[in-house]
């Protein structure tokens, strides 16, 4: 994406081990993602692996990618970042084409449900069927928040059973 701001910045590489059976879209990379090239890192990925293994899932059931490709830069994305940007994981999605998608920060909220009124806090735990795309979506919260209210792994693993339940239907 030629406006992209970020272009020519660090992109951590999805995690994807396995044939993935659902999608996780978290807003942005962690440092410790960049740091490793590659998502599923850092203490927002091990709750979120966590609460996977609640449900008899791992990390390696999961195609794990961010909508953002660079870590949140301290000033925050740009409105041009932010509108521009995410055309790389919707191209994901295309190709990928998973019968679940777990958004799991507020932009990634706001981008594959733009409609949607509320907070992320407001939605967590919806789903919502998106007929252009042909499957699920549930809205999560950003993994990340356990690390700083321990409170937040059961609002996580609340998530990823709904996100099971999906997957057995």
Same mark, same amino acid.
């Given at each position: !994406?030629?406006?992209?701001?970020? =272009?020519?910045?660090?992109?951590?590489?999805?995690?994807? =081990?396995? %044939?993935?059976?659902?999608?996780?879209?978290?807003?942005?990379?962690?440092?410790?993602?960049?740091?490793?090239?590659?998502?599923?890192?850092?203490?927002?990925?091990?709750?979120?692996?966590?609460?996977?293994?609640?449900?008899?899932?791992?990390?390696?059931?999961?195609?794990?990618?961010?909508?953002?490709?660079?870590?949140?830069?301290?000033?925050?994305?740009?409105? $041009?970042?932010?509108?521009? !940007?995410?055309?790389?994981?919707?191209?994901?999605?295309?190709?990928?084409?998973?019968?679940?998608? @777990?958004?799991?920060?507020?932009?990634?909220? =706001?981008?594959?449900? %733009?409609?949607? $009124?509320?907070?992320?806090?407001?939605?967590?735990?919806?789903? @919502?069927?998106?007929?252009?795309?042909? !499957?699920?979506?549930?809205?999560?919260?950003?993994?990340?928040? @356990?690390?700083?209210?321990?409170?937040?792994?059961?609002?996580?693993?609340?998530?990823?059973?709904?996100?099971?339940?999906?997957? $057995?239907?």
């Amino acid at each position: !994406c030629d406006k992209c701001s970020l =272009k020519g910045l660090c992109h951590p590489k999805p995690w994807i =081990k396995s %044939p993935p059976r659902f999608a996780i879209i978290l807003d942005a990379p962690s440092s410790r993602e960049e740091r490793n090239d590659e998502m599923g890192y850092g203490k927002g990925a091990d709750a979120l692996e966590m609460a996977l293994n609640e449900q008899n899932l791992s990390l390696n059931d999961v195609y794990l990618t961010s909508l953002l490709k660079s870590p949140k830069p301290s000033g925050g994305f740009s409105k $041009t970042t932010i509108s521009e !940007c995410p055309i790389w994981v919707e191209k994901e999605m295309d190709i990928l084409k998973p019968p679940l998608i @777990v958004v799991m920060g507020a932009e990634s909220m =706001k981008r594959f449900l %733009p409609k949607i $009124t509320g907070t992320i806090s407001d939605n967590e735990g919806r789903i @919502v069927y998106d007929a252009a795309r042909d !499957c699920n979506i549930l809205i999560g919260m950003n993994p990340n928040r @356990v690390i700083f209210d321990d409170s937040k792994q059961q609002n996580l693993n609340d998530i990823m059973e709904k996100a099971a339940g999906i997957l $057995t239907v």
